[in-house]
T-cell receptor, first 113, second 106 residues
């Protein structure tokens, strides 16, 4: 079955360490997205990519970095520059961008202490 | 100001009740989405609509473009419907509501 796989489900890191969250999809979707979810807030866009080797900053990109070297993969690195990294991170994909439905992974809950 | 507003924020219902969740938006859209997020965190897409009404099983979604308003209805609610329901709109990007947390009590 096609889908989006995020790993790990839970991640714990010490403050000051960079950490990379994995997102892999086998849906053959061109567009991929990273969202952050905090209690009481809607999903906020961190980065998105419409095509391999290209990506754009979202609303809250500071302290994060991404790469899109393969169509299937869109890893997110949370750097030590991110002031409040503890959150639930969701990866999503769609066929062609905002005009098609989003497919989500199961998320990674990151806790930084 | 959020582009997408949902109401209510929290909703508790008895099994079998008819449920309505509302979504209002303030910008032009190409489509509106209803999403379901279960306690484990994963999100599934329930509906994508740009006009009229769609039905899938016990779920019905409607949209009124002129009034910039959509509703999600659940008929004969069941405890397995307990989840967070999120409204999202698409223009040039996705905008998400903060979600409605639904609990259905047996």
């Amino acid at each position: 079955d096609g889908g989006i796989t995020q790993s790990p489900k839970y991640l714990f890191r010490k403050e000051g360490q960079n950490v990379t969250l994995s997102c892999e999809q086998n849906l053959n979707h061109d567009a991929m997205y990273w969202y952050r979810q905090d209690p009481g807030q809607g999903l906020r866009l961190i980065y998105y990519s419409q095509i391999v080797n290209d990506f754009q900053k979202g609303d809250i990109a500071e302290g994060y970095s991404v790469s899109r070297e393969k169509k299937e993969s869109f890893p997110l690195t949370v750097t030590s520059a991110q002031k409040n990294p503890t959150a639930f991170y969701l990866c999503a994909s769609s066929i062609t961008g905002a005009s098609s439905p989003l497919h989500f992974g199961n998320g990674t809950r990151l806790t930084v202490t | 100001k959020n582009e997408v507003e949902q109401s209510p924020q929290n909703l508790t219902a008895q099994e079998g009740e008819f449920i309505t969740i509302n979504c209002s938006y303030s910008v032009g859209i190409s489509a509106l989405h209803w999403l379901q997020q279960h306690p484990g965190g994963g999100i599934v897409s329930l509906f994508m609509l740009s006009s009229g009404k769609k039905k899938h099983g016990r779920l019905i979604a409607t949209i009124n473009i002129q009034e910039k308003h959509s509703s999600l209805h659940i008929t004969a609610s069941h405890p397995r419907d307990s989840a967070v329901y999120i409204c999202a709109i698409t223009g040039n990007q996705f905008y998400f509501g903060t979600g409605t947390s639904l609990t259905v009590i047996p």
